[in-house]
């Protein structure tokens, strides 16, 4: 039995309302070996997502945090030592350590990883976030050329990818970000067409101007105002992705759902719907193929927001929620193996 | 030129809160001949539907209703003389003559109607609302054998038939009203397997315990608190067919929408849809021939609530936002020529 010196963040309490460096601490501790069909892996990359503060606020499509534990989260790993799984130490796997160095998880809970280029692009373009702009885009939201598509948070993760994809199948992509840097960045580097600050006092003025044909898709990642803005533009039969809703997310007591719900989707034909990209995991392999092959031809920018260190999570997941990040945002915690 | 004795009835002021009897003024008129391409109709059987209300709040799927115009309003009428159109005086059209008892009508603004059965069962069943129970269930909602629907507004014109059906093709019915009276009716002459008081204080923990496993498709009638007290009973993947929002109609000041939106929506996979009826007109007559022959079976109760009397409409529609109706509501104009 070997015990190896481990570094872990626990969630020591929920928030109550906005989260808080307070409520995480950092520990030394060890961890053993793994047991009979389990792997010891090495944090490489860890995934910050608004989702995990989603996590905190109760049930989701997973039971809610705990106070005490070890912060949940998605990771590359490196796999250090397998006890009766056939995957060989060294290999690359995606799967869920939580916030710590090294983590015991069961073989049959992770998904091995055919590193192929950046190792960062498998948590970005070609991991969650990029799958989830791929199958909702095009799976649920299905715009068609010429359509009016608008994403918010689209400097982010999901909506930077999201929003090209848009424009690569031939729509009209109109970003949401919160600051005119995003704007900007948007515009210029991923070639969106119009770009609107939600920060502005006259959002719907402003969506209207950007959206002079009204809209076909809106791949929603933040609910709340905008979503209520974008509702009154929508086109007849229009499409609504509902992908996120960040702007819930870091709060005690949920806001009213939108008004114009659901007297905009009677009179306009709109469906309005959710999903998650676990529903789709039959088809990642080929969503990975055309994501690396858009990269590959220049089509598709990938935004990374890399952050240095186990001890950084806490600051990385509370500003990811403040809308402080662009692209992808992840934890280095130990040096790329690949 | 000849000019018939007319009587119409106004809507003297747009409401401000709700509906009231002196909005409407009831005035004699004359009317002329039809000009060419138009008809003169005699109304029979005047449709009453809470999207009368609706159209006074701002436009919808037509124009606002504006101050002093003929009450806007769809019927069952008896053609009296075609300029030029080829249809033969006597013939029975559905139309939107207004609150009248005579209108000129364009003849390409009527479809004329083949009388089987009850004339009557052209505005309820094999009508507009029996048309949107059926489009709106089988088409958007899909329920599946064995699953659990809820229909709100259920002993109403509309979600009568939309739970019979689902009931035909399988499903477990859950219906929603506002009186216990209504819920016995609908589940002894019905056969609805629970019922629901919506104005209980415990609406969410009734609806609870009337779908043990959830709900799988909401037919949503109401919008407002029944909607919100379903959104968190979904099951993952279900539907919600958003038909009406008869709560939010007769009132100025549109309420926020339901907490859940869309928060229920992503974490379920929820597909929430909108749709009118109009946008199936080339399947209509395959659904008359399905519901007729429901009906012949005896598989389909029809539930109408005919007030005598063009002086009546006001306040049968000021009652069925009241929700005073049982199944359809429409207002004899004028004796059955059938």
């Known amino acids: 039995m070997t015990e190896r010196p481990n570094r872990q963040i626990l969630l020591v309490e929920r928030p109550r309302g906005k989260l808080e460096e307070s409520q995480f601490k950092l520990i030394d501790s060890t961890i053993g070996d793994p047991g009979p069909g389990e792997l010891l892996v090495r944090t490489v990359l860890l995934s910050i997502d608004p989702a995990n503060r989603a996590w905190m606020q109760g049930r989701t499509y997973r039971e809610q945090l705990g106070a005490g534990e070890v912060m949940a989260g998605g990771a590359l790993c490196e796999v250090v030592a397998a006890n009766g799984a056939p995957i060989a130490p060294g290999s690359i796997v995606q799967c869920e350590p939580g916030w ?3 983590a015991v998880v069961p073989a049959n809970r992770i998904l091995p990883v055919a590193v192929r280029g950046a190792l960062s692009h498998h948590m970005s373009v070609l991991g969650i976030t990029g799958l989830t702009a791929y199958h909702g885009m095009l799976d649920v939201g299905r715009p068609k050329k010429g359509e009016t598509v608008v994403v918010s948070a689209a400097a982010g993760a999901t909506g930077s990818v999201a929003g090209q994809i848009a424009r690569i199948i031939g729509a009209r992509v109109v970003g949401v970000t919160g600051s005119d840097d995003k704007n900007r960045l948007i515009e210029r ?15 719907r003025e402003d969506l209207a101007a950007a959206c002079p044909n009204g809209i076909d898709v809106y791949f ?3 609910g709340g105002r905008v979503l ?3 509702l009154p533009l929508m086109r007849t039969h229009g ?5 996120g809703a960040v702007s819930q997310y870091d709060s005690a007591t949920p806001a009213p759902g939108p008004a114009g719900v659901p007297g905009q989707l009677i009179v306009k034909r709109l469906r309005m719907e959710g999903f998650l990209v676990s ?3 039959g088809e990642w392999a080929e969503a990975q193929g055309q994501l690396a092959a858009w990269v590959a031809a220049g089509e598709l920018a990938v935004l990374e927001d890399i952050v240095e260190g186990l001890e950084s999570a806490p600051r990385a997941l509370i500003g990811i929620l403040a809308g402080d990040n662009v692209g992808k945002r992840m ?6 193996p690949t």
């Open 100 to 102: 710590q160095e090294y």
């Open 189 to 203: 580097d991923l070639s969106f067409d119009a770009a609107v600050n939600h920060r502005s006092d006259k959002l």
């Open 220 to 222: 929603d990642n933040v």
């Open 228 to 230: 209520e803005a974008v």
């Open 239 to 243: 499409r609504i992705v509902c992908c």
């Open 279 to 281: 529903d789709y995991i």
């Open 331 to 336: 934890v280095r915690v130990a040096p790329d």
